[in-house]
């Protein structure tokens, strides 16, 4: 049920901020903490698709949506802990706020692609204070992983891209378009493009 794995992956904020603040954007539980972030906002996505002209999901208050909304858009500010693997995921959203930092700005950094979505993500300040904390990311380690990176996502989005349209939703599916048959620099999408059933 979604609502229990909303439940199941709101810890405070005040945890996820103390994880990533002591141990850094590089350690492996950190990105463990944003996987678990992602899949509570992912939910509250899917939740919000089922409802008719509502804000907030059913199962859970307004402070526990923004504190999820928050935290996500902290760790997003902070550094990109997108991985290849959380496709699949991703691809069953409709949220701008959970798509456009990805595809409209840490793909296309990764890619050296014009940027269209500027970070940081405002957060709402009737929450937790966020501002206490400063994370800077470690440039020298990004770089050091930047080939391995391109060549998981480069192959990972042209994998998701071959699936079929009821698979995606097509929010994510227009994103994904975007990004690698009109900004991608790749050979493969000329003769992909027929085939997005975009």
Known sequence: MIDSEIKQHSLPSKFYIWVLRKFGTDAQITKLCFEEILKARVS??????????????????????????????????AENFYLPSHLDMLSQCTSAEILAPLFKHYLPNLFNMEITFELPMQISDD????????????????????????????????????????????????????????????????NKKSRMGH
Request: glycine share 4%.
């Open 44 to 77: 509250l996505d899917r939740q919000l698709q089922q409802g008719t002209n509502v804000d907030i999901p059913t199962g859970i208050n307004h402070h526990m949506f923004q504190a999820i909304c928050n935290i996500f858009k902290f760790y997003c500010n």
């Open 127 to 190: 929450i937790d204070n966020f501002d206490d904390y400063n994370i800077h990311p470690k440039a020298a380690t990004k770089r050091k992983r930047k080939k391995r990176m391109l060549k998981e996502w480069n192959q990972s989005l042209y994998q998701i891209s071959e699936k079929h349209s009821g698979e995606l939703t097509s929010t994510f599916r227009s994103y994904l378009h975007e990004l690698i048959y009109e900004k991608l620099p790749n050979s493969k999408s000329a």
